[in-house]
């Protein structure tokens, strides 16, 4: 993320330049009536951001232009209740050209989340396919999030281990915990915008594992989780305006307005 953050939060993330809060409730006068509570909860959160004229990282980056590769906040952010944590980083524009984001999330699930279940036979066959890695992390790297300048996030991917510094896991145990994430990291509209749009696109998440997998499958060496020419696994771009609306709309038809005389 670059240092233009600051002095355009107000400009970025106006109510009128979101178009997150101005399509996705078909009825105006019950904001969202039609969404999914993540989606109701991504609306609100945008919209307390902007009423009050900061940026969604603003009180995360403390009022100071990030500076690229720390680690925001510096320890992470840690729920140590529901075992998940995170931190916000940006590369530098020589690091990643013509990238779209300003930077992004890195999402983990910690030890009590998944150490009793590493014995499972999906858990051994995703093993088996990285190699069988003897390393025993205490974390395992679960999704990124990248969010563009307003601090939308704009896409979804997932990188290899030896990027993070720990292991990851099987498809469908990644999955699971991403849906049954709660977080409470003291950084609440971030936790908001992190499992909103872990909900939101399940989909997405769904053919961005695949995606992972297939990666490293087609990767036939032993040592593929510390190759540093394979680093990015999987990515796959959202909208989440059309994501709000596909939602929206398809719930009218299920349930469609009662006509009245």
């Not at 930077?103 to 590493?118: D, E, Y």
């Not at 969010?147 to 939308?152: D, H």
């Amino acid at each position: 993320m670059c240092s233009e953050v600051r002095p355009q939060v107000r400009a970025q993330v106006r109510a009128q330049e979101l178009n997150l809060m101005q399509k996705a409730s078909p009825r105006p006068t019950k904001s969202g009536a039609f969404l999914p509570a993540a989606g109701l909860r991504l609306l609100e959160t945008y919209a307390g951001v902007a009423a009050r004229g900061e940026h969604l990282l603003s009180r995360l980056l403390a009022g100071q232009a990030p500076r690229q590769w720390a680690h925001y906040p510096q320890d992470d952010a840690v729920d140590r209740a529901s075992g998940y944590q995170w931190f916000y980083h940006s590369h530098s524009p020589e690091d990643r050209p013509g990238a779209a984001e300003h930077g992004h999330i890195h999402l983990f699930a910690r030890k009590p989340l998944w150490g009793r279940r590493l014995q499972s036979g999906s858990e051994r066959a995703f093993a088996e396919l990285c190699g069988n890695p003897a390393a025993k992390p205490q974390t395992r790297h679960l999704l990124a999030i990248g969010f563009n300048a307003k601090g939308l996030p704009i896409s979804l991917f997932t990188v290899n281990s030896w990027v993070t510094g720990d292991l990851m896991l099987g498809a469908n145990l990644t999955l699971e915990l991403l849906s049954s994430m709660a977080l409470d990291s003291g950084y609440s509209e971030v936790d908001a915008v992190i499992e909103s749009v872990v909900r939101l696109c399940a989909p997405q998440l769904q053919a961005l594992m695949q995606r992972r997998d297939n990666a490293l499958r087609s990767h036939p060496a032993p040592g593929k989780l510390q190759d540093e020419a394979l680093e990015l696994l999987s990515e796959v771009r959202i909208d989440l305006d059309a994501r709000l609306l596909a939602l929206s709309a398809a719930s009218q038809t299920r349930h469609p307005s009662p006509v009245r005389d």
